[in-house]
């Protein structure tokens, strides 16, 4: 049975740091990309960031770049997402997703949530003073 579990999140002041993990099971983790998507309170799904199966290519959204950081280390079967200058608006619900299909990468990951088959439960950040 395919599992992700998500860990890491937390309440943060403006201009702070935290760090996602996403704890990976249950099927081959390294040879499929997986992204992070977050889901703001009353708003839809928004994807964040995808990083190709073997680590070498990152992708984000714009609003994130420059501050998000995602890595995987695919001797632990994780994925990381390590954010700094965090604005309020990045509160949100944060979860990681597995491509359906191995070794496929698209750069562009937006309203794209058919690629995925499989989500964690997700992790509440929220970014306040």
């Known amino acids: 049975e395919v599992q992700l579990v998500e860990s890491g999140g937390g309440l943060v002041q403006p201009g702070g740091s935290l760090r996602l993990s996403c704890a990976a099971s249950?099927?081959?983790?390294?040879?499929?990309?997986m992204s992070w998507v977050r889901q703001a309170p009353g708003k839809g799904l928004e994807w964040v960031s995808a990083i190709s199966a073997d680590g070498d290519v990152p992708s984000y959204t714009d609003s994130v770049k420059g501050r998000f950081t995602i890595s995987r280390d695919n001797t632990k079967n994780t994925l990381y997402l390590q954010m700094h200058s965090l604005r309020p608006e990045d509160t949100a619900v944060y979860y990681c997703a597995k491509y359906k299909d191995a070794f496929r990468f698209y750069f562009n990951n937006s309203d794209a949530n058919y690629r995925y088959d499989a989500w964690g439960r997700g992790t509440q950040v929220t970014v306040s003073s």
């Open positions: 249950g099927f081959t983790f390294r040879v499929y990309t």
